[in-house]
């Protein structure tokens, strides 16, 4: 449970920072997605990286703060719901309920995230996440212009179609020149036709 709430916490932390954000390229607004940020260059698909790094090593170093842990919550409570909305889900669950011998799903979760406490969760980022312990697929059209663009370490400033609060600006500088600690041999580009095999 908890490494769930850590990672739903984390994809949340990404999202809130980009959502903040609006990237123009080529005079089109993009809002985010790896695969329109790096369409013709690769540079937003590194700034975008860059971000999702710099929140995984904040959270990495610093933990969860008392306010995300009670948001964070207070959200998968109910988003157990979404997880249980068909008829499908609704018996795979209740078969791994029975399987594993606790409550029906909906109702074990609450009860787990209840007692789940600020301390269990800032224990298992530290045991669980490395910074230089992470593997990051990608989805792009463009692979080889985005691995360029990591593997160059260059700058990736961004551009907005409207001015942006000082406190945004500020940090972009940071993420802009973000380290991306990664060697040629560990980038690589699978085609679709191979993903699964």
């Not at 929140?55 to 009670?70: H, I, P, Q, W």
């Not at 889900?89 to 209740?94: E, I, K, N, S, T």
Request: hydrophobic residues 40%; aromatic residues 10%; proline residues 3%.
């Amino acid at each position: 449970m908890v490494t769930t709430l850590t990672s739903n916490t984390f994809r949340a932390a990404c999202f809130s920072l980009l959502r903040t954000r609006t990237w123009v390229a080529n005079s089109k607004s993009f809002k985010s997605g790896f695969d329109r940020l790096s369409r013709r260059t690769g540079i937003y698909g590194q700034f975008v990286l860059r971000a999702a790094l710099y929140e995984y090593d904040k959270l990495v170093r610093d933990g969860m703060s008392k306010e995300t842990f009670e948001i964070t919550r207070e959200f998968l409570s109910k988003y157990v719901n979404v997880l249980t909305a068909t008829q499908d889900a609704q018996l795979g669950y209740a078969l791994d309920s029975r399987y594993y011998r606790i409550a029906d799903f909906p109702t074990y979760m609450r009860e787990q995230l209840a007692k789940l406490t600020l301390d269990d969760v800032n224990r298992a980022i530290r045991q669980h996440l490395k910074s230089g312990a992470m593997r990051i697929a990608i989805v792009t059209k463009d692979g080889n212009g985005l691995r360029e663009a990591i593997l160059s370490n260059k700058a990736s400033p961004i551009t907005y179609n409207a001015p942006k609060p000082k406190e945004i600006t500020d940090e972009d500088k940071i993420i802009e020149a973000y380290k991306i600690t990664v060697k040629p041999g560990d980038v690589m580009i699978v085609p679709v036709d191979r993903v699964f095999q």
